[in-house]
């Protein structure tokens, strides 16, 4: 029991830890986007974790966990209640309890919408972004995790992604690239073809939602052990920091040979590429193969910076190509460099597909009614005139002098 009691105590801090990832979501995007548009992202992202949690007890738990079913998709059982052995030793091995395993994977759920919250920011309807959310978080996020994390065809195939290169990261990052493409770019983005840079409003912010997330993923990477285990815990944790550290490095050198500036934002998006890119085999990576990791999902996210704006699809904050690309490159990078034999590069590639084609026909059918009927994009005028005025009556910065006599 006191073994269980260490395990669990770990399990919560870690829930904590990835709570306190959606801060960092949060100042992240208000960074990189306009002053206008802050209280819009802001109810966003408060909108995700509260309803996300709440989705998550109703129909996501026992739809990503069903237990014995077809490997594809589980039957919807409302609310949970714990088993006789849910706080017991017996229950997973005596690495936490049932009502930890709960709380512990709905903080994930609520992290695929997060993602497409930032792409899609400055020009969405608050409406359609919301009921995007409760369809996306409360079915597909679940019936795709089904299919590795709760024991289905893929898991049974071979597929591996430890914390959620996939699973999280690339399933929200397919559905950031069809909301994009469907929505346009912002208005001024693209002139005469040619990408035009429309800056943050608050770079101190992003970096600090940047060091946040860093240590965000300590529980994410960390608590996917799902145990205190001495050895996992501390080599995932190395693997972790050094991957973030390695894609920080070599995307701030990649981008200043590119384009002769130090860009501060191509450096923080770095870091977190490393992060996306470790997260599906931190734990059976060795210190060096996390480095390589790492570096080449630093470089990746400048390169795909670059196509995406070549492409003219418009991505304030840089989601798709931290956590989609990236996200692909690190489940890949298990076939490559896994300490584990039985890990392919085919199950892995085989994974990658699964879930793209899934998200992506998903995604586009949600968006696509939403477009044909309440419509996704704001007006001109208040896209002009910011979100927060027109969607929430508020300002996220008031002049405080107007008031004074």
């Given at each position: 029991?006191?073994?269980?009691?260490?395990?669990?105590?770990?399990?919560?801090?870690?829930?904590?830890?990835?709570?306190?990832?959606?801060?960092?979501?949060?100042?992240?995007?208000?960074?990189?986007?306009?002053?206008?548009?802050?209280?819009?992202?802001?109810?966003?992202?408060?909108?995700?974790?509260?309803?996300?949690?709440?989705?998550?007890?109703?129909?996501?738990?026992?739809?990503?966990?069903?237990?014995?079913?077809?490997?594809?998709?589980?039957?919807?059982?409302?609310?949970?209640?714990?088993?006789?052995?849910?706080?017991?030793?017996?229950?997973?091995?005596?690495?936490?309890?049932?009502?930890?395993?709960?709380?512990?994977?709905?903080?994930?759920?609520?992290?695929?919408?997060?993602?497409?919250?930032g792409a899609v920011a400055e020009r969405m309807k608050?409406?359609?972004?919301?009921?995007?959310?409760?369809?996306?978080?409360?079915?597909?996020?679940?019936?795709?995790?089904?299919?590795?994390?709760?024991?289905?065809?893929?898991?049974?195939?071979?597929?591996?992604?430890?914390?959620?290169?996939?699973?999280?990261?690339?399933?929200?990052?397919?559905?950031?690239?069809?909301?994009?493409?469907?929505?346009?770019?912002?208005?001024?983005?693209?002139?005469?073809?040619?990408?035009?840079?429309?800056?943050?409003?608050?770079?101190?912010?992003?970096?600090?939602?940047?060091l946040i997330l860093w240590l965000g993923w300590f529980?994410?990477?960390?608590?996917?052990?799902?145990?205190?285990?001495?050895?996992?815990?501390?080599?995932?944790?190395?693997?972790?920091?050094?991957?973030?550290?390695?894609?920080?490095?070599?995307?701030?050198?990649?981008?200043?040979?590119?384009?002769?500036?130090?860009?501060?934002?191509?450096?923080?998006?770095?870091?977190?590429?490393?992060?996306?890119?470790?997260?599906?085999?931190?734990?059976?990576?060795?210190?060096?193969?996390?480095?390589l990791i790492g570096a080449i999902a630093g470089a990746?996210?400048?390169?795909?910076?670059?196509?995406?704006?070549?492409?003219?699809?418009?991505?304030?904050?840089?989601?798709?190509?931290?956590?989609?690309?990236?996200?692909?490159?690190?489940?890949?990078?298990?076939?490559?460099?896994?300490?584990?034999?039985?890990?392919?590069?085919?199950?892995?590639?085989?994974?990658?597909?699964?879930?793209?084609?899934?998200?992506?026909?998903?995604?586009?059918?949600?968006?696509?009614?939403?477009?044909?009927?309440?419509?996704?994009?704001?007006?001109?005028?208040?896209?002009?005139?910011?979100?927060?005025?027109?969607?929430?009556?508020?300002?996220?910065?008031?002049?405080?002098?107007?008031?004074?006599?």
């Amino acid at each position: 029991m006191e073994l269980l009691t260490t395990n669990n105590v770990w399990m919560m801090i870690c829930t904590a830890l990835v709570f306190f990832m959606h801060t960092g979501f949060a100042f992240l995007e208000i960074g990189l986007t306009r002053q206008k548009n802050t209280i819009n992202i802001l109810f966003k992202n408060i909108f995700i974790i509260t309803v996300g949690l709440l989705l998550y007890y109703l129909v996501g738990f026992n739809l990503m966990y069903p237990g014995e079913f077809n490997g594809y998709i589980g039957s919807i059982v409302p609310g949970i209640s714990p088993p006789e052995n849910g706080m017991t030793p017996e229950y997973a091995d005596g690495g936490y309890t049932w009502w930890t395993d709960f709380l512990f994977q709905a903080m994930f759920a609520a992290t695929a919408a997060t993602i497409v919250s930032g792409a899609v920011a400055e020009r969405m309807k608050i409406g359609a972004f919301m009921i995007f959310t409760v369809i996306y978080v409360g079915l597909v996020y679940p019936i795709a995790g089904s299919w590795k994390w709760g024991g289905g065809f893929l898991d049974e195939l071979g597929f591996y992604d430890f914390a959620g290169s996939t699973l999280v990261h690339s399933v929200g990052g397919w559905a950031a690239l069809v909301a994009v493409w469907l929505l346009g770019s912002r208005i001024g983005k693209f002139k005469n073809g040619k990408p035009q840079a429309i800056p943050g409003h608050s770079i101190p912010l992003a970096t600090a939602g940047v060091l946040i997330l860093w240590l965000g993923w300590f529980g994410f990477n960390g608590g996917s052990v799902l145990s205190a285990d001495p050895e996992l815990t501390s080599l995932t944790l190395v693997t972790t920091c050094l991957a973030a550290a390695a894609g920080g490095v070599v995307a701030m050198i990649t981008s200043t040979l590119m384009y002769k500036n130090l860009d501060l934002t191509m450096f923080l998006n770095g870091i977190l590429g490393g992060l996306v890119g470790i997260t599906a085999g931190a734990d059976v990576m060795t210190p060096e193969s996390a480095i390589l990791i790492g570096a080449i999902a630093g470089a990746l996210i400048v390169f795909a910076v670059s196509f995406i704006d070549r492409i003219r699809l418009d991505d304030p904050v840089g989601a798709i190509a931290v956590h989609l690309i990236c996200g692909i490159w690190g489940t890949l990078a298990v076939g490559i460099f896994s300490t584990n034999p039985e890990h392919t590069f085919m199950a892995q590639l085989t994974g990658v597909l699964c879930y793209a084609v899934f998200c992506i026909v998903t995604s586009f059918l949600i968006f696509f009614v939403l477009k044909k009927t309440i419509g996704i994009r704001v007006s001109e005028r208040e896209e002009l005139e910011g979100l927060d005025s027109h969607e929430h009556g508020m300002d996220a910065y008031p002049d405080f002098r107007l008031n004074e006599h």
